[in-house]
């Protein structure tokens, strides 16, 4: 069973750019197509964006395309998330998760495995 920790999130203003790290341990995150969520307070889970076990497939939310860019480097058990332009909006706790299957489904359910979170708060 693979254990995911996010790091990297913190305190910026509008408009600055952060990047998100999932680190995989327990097993090889080639084994998982990764995906990124996030959930405001009072809110549901959202999708962000997803990426296949190569890395040659994304997907993304519509609200994230153009901003945000989902990587993966299998070969330090790491998957990314680069977000650009960032609005208050986006203001969020930040989760990876793991599924067996690269899928465009977007509901949690779809990812067994989860990372703790990541806190992005986003000042105007």
């Known amino acids: 069973q693979v254990q995911l920790v996010e790091s990297g999130g913190g305190l910026v203003q509008a408009g600055a750019s952060l990047r998100l790290s999932c680190a995989a341990s327990?097993?090889?995150?080639?084994?998982?197509?990764m995906g990124w969520f996030r959930q405001a307070p009072g809110k549901e889970r959202e999708f962000v964006a997803a990426?296949?076990?190569?890395?040659?497939?994304?997907y993304y939310a519509d609200s994230m395309k153009g901003r945000f860019t989902i990587s993966r480097d299998n070969a330090k058990n790491t998957v990314y998330l680069q977000m650009n332009t960032l609005k208050p909006e986006d203001t969020a706790a930040y989760y990876c998760?793991?599924?067996?299957?690269?899928?465009?489904?977007?509901?949690?359910?779809?990812?067994?495995?989860w990372g703790q979170g990541t806190q992005v708060t986003v000042s105007s």
């Open positions: 990426i296949n076990w190569t890395g040659t497939t994304t």
């Open positions: 327990g097993r090889a995150i080639s084994a998982y197509a």
């Open positions: 998760a793991a599924a067996a299957v690269f899928t465009r489904e977007t509901t949690p359910v779809t990812y067994p495995y």
